[in-house]
């Protein structure tokens, strides 16, 4: 049967453990299992995204999806709508003065009309109406990326979205990322770029450079710049200090946050020249593409200028070399 076991931390600094599993499209009889913590279950939104994309999917094929080990532990994940999109009925005892949410719940998104009102929700319900700067740059990424997946995916399903503010801890920063199961990023740049065929981590190299794919990019993102979005929201989360991970077929990729101390900040056109920077040959791989980052919010003072620095960076196929950031 094809199983996914949740790790006690789910997150981008967890990548790895999250999504190298050997049996997470394996064509079985059975239902599809989904496997949590017996007692405790930390997930961030890469997971959630890729959960709901998984559960969808095997939906699809006419599996039902069971879920292991559901108890009061996973309160968090249903009151951002997994059990919703799993189609599991979920009924947490409730908790008395539960903390305000600051997220985006997981949202699935079919069509290019969609995106606006997913966009237009991330102020309301992130709380950032106070921060206009850090606003502008997750509305941006969430744009970009969502309609990265509709023009490129090839999902039926669409993509999964969500989003969460951490201010409870440091650093403050807005965690987000969006899932599919399409066609994943080697066979759509495979029709352009044919050395994108050679393997997966050859075709997430590619998708991450500048000039590869897409038109350049205006600051709040349009409907024809959609190829162009992994870069730009790579060097975000780069430039911000935060953590930029991409699964797609048997590759992962993850960009580690920038040192504490780290005054001066490098950005690399070439993902790969970047020393902060891990790629995974994993055992199964992902039916599609999960794309997950943070933007340290406390980063942001003038995202105009700090958007503007970026564009000004995207060279032509052949640059190479690293660009400063301070």
Same mark, same amino acid.
């Given at each position: 049967m094809a199983i996914l076991s949740v790790p006690n931390s789910a997150t981008l600094h967890q990548l790895r453990r999250f999504v190298d599993q050997p049996r997470l499209f394996r064509a079985e009889r059975g239902p599809a299992v989904l496997e949590f913590h017996p007692q405790w279950a930390h997930m961030e939104p890469l997971a959630l995204a890729a959960i709901a994309a998984w559960g969808k999917w095997w939906r699809r094929?006419?599996?039902?999806?069971?879920?292991?080990?559901?108890?009061?532990?996973?309160?968090? +994940?249903? *009151?951002?709508?997994?059990?919703?999109?799993?189609? =599991?009925?979920?009924?947490? %005892?409730?908790?008395?003065?539960?903390? @305000?949410?600051?997220?985006?719940p997981i949202t699935q998104v079919s069509r290019r009309e969609e995106v606006g009102p997913v966009i237009g929700d991330v102020s309301a319900l992130l709380?950032?109406?106070?921060?206009?700067?850090?606003?502008?740059?997750?509305?941006?990424?969430?744009?970009?990326?969502?309609?990265?997946?509709?023009?490129?995916?090839?999902?039926?399903?669409?993509?999964?979205?969500? +989003?969460? *503010?951490?201010?409870?801890?440091?650093?403050?920063? =807005?965690?987000?990322?969006? %899932?599919?199961?399409?066609?994943?990023? @080697?066979?759509h740049l495979g029709h352009t770029h044919?050395?994108?065929?050679?393997?997966?981590?050859?075709?997430?190299?590619?998708?991450?450079?500048?000039?590869?794919?897409?038109?350049?990019?205006?600051?709040?993102?349009?409907?024809?710049n959609a190829g162009a979005g992994l870069f730009i929201t790579r060097c975000i989360a780069k430039g911000t200090g935060g953590y930029?991970?991409?699964?797609?077929?048997?590759?992962?990729?993850?960009?580690?946050?920038s040192r504490s101390n780290e005054d001066e900040i490098t950005l690399y056109p070439d993902p790969l020249e970047d020393p902060r920077h891990d790629m995974y040959n994993l055992a199964s791989g992902w039916h599609g593409t999960v794309v997950a980052m943070e933007i340290r919010t406390d980063r942001i003072a003038d995202y105009g200028g700090f958007f503007q620095w970026i564009f000004k960076q995207i060279p032509s196929r052949k640059t190479k070399g690293k660009i400063n950031f301070t």
């Open positions: 094929q006419g599996k039902e999806i069971t879920v292991k080990n559901l108890s009061n532990h996973l309160r968090y +994940a249903a *009151r951002m709508r997994l059990f919703d999109h799993l189609g =599991v009925h979920y009924h947490p %005892a409730q908790v008395e003065h539960e903390e @305000a949410g600051r997220f985006l709380h950032l109406d106070d921060d206009p700067e850090s606003l502008a740059a997750v509305q941006y990424c969430v744009s970009e990326l969502l309609r990265n997946v509709l023009e490129h995916s090839g999902s039926e399903d669409g993509a999964f979205v969500c +989003a969460h *503010r951490y201010t409870e801890s440091e650093p403050h920063r =807005v965690s987000i990322a969006v %899932a599919d199961c399409g066609q994943g990023i @080697a066979t044919k050395e994108a065929l050679e393997s997966d981590a050859t075709a997430l190299d590619l998708a991450m450079r500048p000039g590869i794919t897409g038109a350049r990019p205006g600051p709040y993102g349009t409907t024809d930029f991970g991409l699964v797609s077929g048997a590759a992962a990729f993850r960009q580690r946050r």
